[in-house]
């Protein structure tokens, strides 16, 4: 199985930044697309930001600009640098990714870590 373990979240001032990591580890094969997500109270989850593989990215429109997402193969893990963090970017920060567990493939997920902007 895979296992998803994220850091880097907490309390910064609005125009603060704040780096996430996410590793990744346990018996799969190879990992694909990873990404984050997060969830804000009495909100749906929303995709935040998403990276191949082999570097491709997609954002959200609300992060674009001002967030990136990166990954280390090697390492198996994903980050995202959160610059001119805003109120409305507090909430859990969640990690994902499509991963190949002997023949198959599947998508996992992390706990999450909380991120809280004070305005």
């Known amino acids: 199985q895979v296992q998803l373990v994220e850091s880097g979240g907490g309390l910064v001032q609005a125009g603060g930044s704040l780096r996430l990591s996410c590793a990744a580890s346990?018996?799969?094969?190879?990992?694909?697309?990873m990404g984050w997500y997060r969830q804000a109270p009495g909100k749906e989850r929303e995709l935040v930001a998403v990276?191949?593989?082999?570097?491709?990215?997609n954002y959200a429109d609300s992060v674009e600009g001002r967030f990136t997402i990166s990954r280390d193969n090697a390492k198996n893990t994903v980050y995202l640098q959160m610059n001119s963090l805003k109120p409305g970017d507090a909430a859990v920060y969640y990690c994902?990714?499509?991963?190949?567990?002997?023949?198959?493939?599947?998508?996992?997920w992390g706990p999450g870590t909380q991120v809280t902007v004070s305005s």
């Open positions: 994902t990714t499509e991963a190949q567990v002997v023949y198959r493939w599947g998508d996992y």
């Open positions: 346990g018996s799969f094969f190879r990992l694909n697309t």
């Open positions: 990276i191949t593989s082999g570097g491709s990215t």
